[in-house]
């Protein structure tokens, strides 16, 4: 049989079109999305601590970047761990980061500072931000390194310059092009080629259109615009790859972004994060903790997720990072510790791994 393309989540895949691959129909105001319980089978003496970033591969293989002592976990289909990398050193090896927010806090002692974000692109190489560690490693996906953007060094606080704090990147499938969110330190986007030779930047603090407010994750729609989630102003804007100003429209801490489809049939998935701790706010019904699907235009179709936050299956605590395999199912990631473990007593792993099935439309 000839191997004709097959597009979903965003990639063309050269893998036979035929009855074992079926692609989901398009998003509608009549799907509905329903979780699954227990995906992930984490085995005895892995700890994720919180899962943080999620993607998949063309075999829609799951690929946790996680802050737990194997920064890398990779999950069969149904739930299966199947590879981990990262660590090379004895479990009990850790060391104190100060986070982006200030916080002095225990890690494992890895290859990465503080996992971020993970991406893999459409040749099935993964992509890995490590945000207190300013760079953005280009890995293969048993863990070899194919490249690495960054000096290690935290470039002056806003001033632009690659790199303070990065938290996202895509890449394009027609060039190759390297875009990234950075994110925590600055308030900027930058775009380099498939070298990593920087070709132009844009953004800058601030709360007008095309200005940021900590912009947290980006997707690019058809190879021809760049959505990002700049969260603390709760929406997302949408430029061209040359960094123009397009469109926005409100989302409640809008933390990740998913796009699937292509044309007309683009749909743009954004995850929302709530209240922080602490907030008088936290707790109030319908305050973010949920997943909105978007047309191209930003007409919402549809929302999953309870109105409400917690631990249930049906329920998200911090969303962090979404992933949409070729069947409709998506994969969210959540740093639960960080907004809510660690304030428990005694500090507890909550879940931090979800996975919602496509049951109706």
Same mark, same amino acid.
């Given at each position: 049989m000839t191997a004709l393309p097959c597009v979903a989540a965003n990639?063309?895949?050269?893998?036979?079109? #035929?009855q074992?691959? #079926?692609?989901?129909?398009?998003?509608s105001s009549n799907t509905v999305f329903e979780p699954v319980a227990g995906w992930a089978k984490v085995p005895h003496g892995l700890w994720l601590r919180e899962a943080t970033a999620v993607a998949v591969d063309s075999n829609d293989n799951v690929y946790v970047f996680n802050r737990g002592n194997q920064p890398v976990l990779v999950f069969d289909p149904e739930g299966n761990v199947i590879d981990m990398w990262g660590n090379d050193n004895p479990v009990d090896a850790v060391r104190i980061i100060r986070d982006p927010y200030g916080n002095s806090m225990q890690f494992y002692d890895t290859w990465f500072s503080r996992p971020h974000a993970i991406t893999i692109d459409h040749e099935d190489n993964v992509w890995l931000v490590d945000d207190t560690g300013h760079q953005i490693n280009k890995m293969s996906k048993s863990g070899e390194y194919l490249m690495q953007i960054g000096s290690g060094e935290a470039a002056e606080p806003q001033s632009g310059d690659m790199?303070?704090?990065?938290?996202?990147?895509?890449?394009?499938?027609?060039?190759?092009d390297i875009?990234?969110? *950075?994110?925590?330190g600055n308030s900027r986007v930058h775009r380099l080629d498939k070298d990593g030779n920087h070709i132009l930047s844009w953004g800058t603090p601030g709360t007008d259109p095309g200005e940021f407010?900590?912009? #947290?994750?980006?997707?690019?729609? *058809?190879d021809?615009?760049?959505?990002?989630?700049?969260?603390?102003? #709760?929406?997302?804007?949408?430029?061209?790859? *040359?960094?123009e100003f397009r469109r926005e429209w409100n989302s409640h801490k809008s933390v990740a972004v998913e796009v699937t489809g292509t044309g007309d049939d683009v749909r743009i998935y954004v995850a929302e994060q709530g209240p922080t701790n602490g907030s008088p706010t936290r707790g109030n019904a319908n305050t973010g903790n949920r997943v909105a699907v978007y047309d191209r235009e930003g007409n919402r179709l549809t929302r999953f997720g309870s109105t409400t936050f917690g631990i249930e299956p049906d329920q998200f605590l911090w969303p962090h990072s979404m992933?949409?395999?070729s069947n409709?199912?998506?994969?969210v990631a959540e740093v639960s510790y960080v907004e809510w473990g660690r304030h428990q007593n005694p500090h507890q792993e909550m879940p931090s791994l979800r996975k919602w099935t496509r049951a109706q439309g």
């Open positions: 990639r063309t895949w050269s893998k036979p079109c #035929h074992e691959f #079926h692609m989901p129909p398009l998003v790199f303070n704090k990065p938290t996202d990147v895509a890449i394009s499938e027609k060039t190759g875009f990234i969110t *950075d994110g925590y407010n900590l912009p #947290h994750n980006l997707a690019l729609i *058809d021809e615009e760049v959505i990002v989630c700049d969260r603390e102003s #709760h929406r997302v804007q949408v430029f061209s790859i *040359d960094g992933a949409i395999d409709g199912n998506v994969y």
